[in-house]
């Protein structure tokens, strides 16, 4: 399976921004898919991951309530929709893919479960 992510750049606080990731090969098996950041000398974390039917996503605390995860509308591709953007929201964003089953959602949290990277795609928020 190869990710591809999009949609970053730079914009200003308060702004919006939707990334999307594509899938492409092997993606009969994938179960779920996700999305982490990493700030420049922090460890990656956790933003939001979907199920593959679409009915159970989960959020990372810090961008509870101001982001959407979803299916995009090209076959195997995962939208972020981000809002009300912070300067602390500046990071570079990875999608990941899972091909393990797990009975709850909230096990997708945790980036040793996906099986697959992107590249990355790089969000600056500026104050």
């Known amino acids: 399976v190869q990710l591809q992510a999009s949609g970053g750049g730079l914009v200003q606080a308060g702004e919006s921004l939707r990334l999307s990731c594509a899938a492409t090969?092997?993606?009969?098996?994938?179960?779920?898919m996700g999305w982490f950041r990493q700030a420049p000398g922090k460890e990656r974390a956790f933003v939001a991951a979907?199920?593959?039917?679409?009915?159970?996503?989960t959020y990372g605390d810090s961008v509870d309530g101001r982001s959407a995860i979803s299916w995009g509308d090209a076959e195997n591709s995962v939208s972020l929709q981000m809002r009300s953007l912070k300067p602390e929201d500046t990071a570079t964003y990875y999608c990941?893919?899972?091909?393990?089953?797990?009975?709850?959602?909230?096990?997708?949290?945790?980036?040793?479960?996906?099986?697959?990277w992107g590249q990355g795609t790089q969000v600056t928020v500026s104050s």
């Open positions: 990941a893919a899972s091909n393990t089953y797990l009975p709850n959602v909230a096990y997708y949290t945790n980036a040793q479960v996906y099986d697959y």
């Open positions: 090969g092997r993606t009969g098996r994938v179960h779920a």
């Open positions: 979907i199920t593959r039917s679409g009915r159970f996503s």
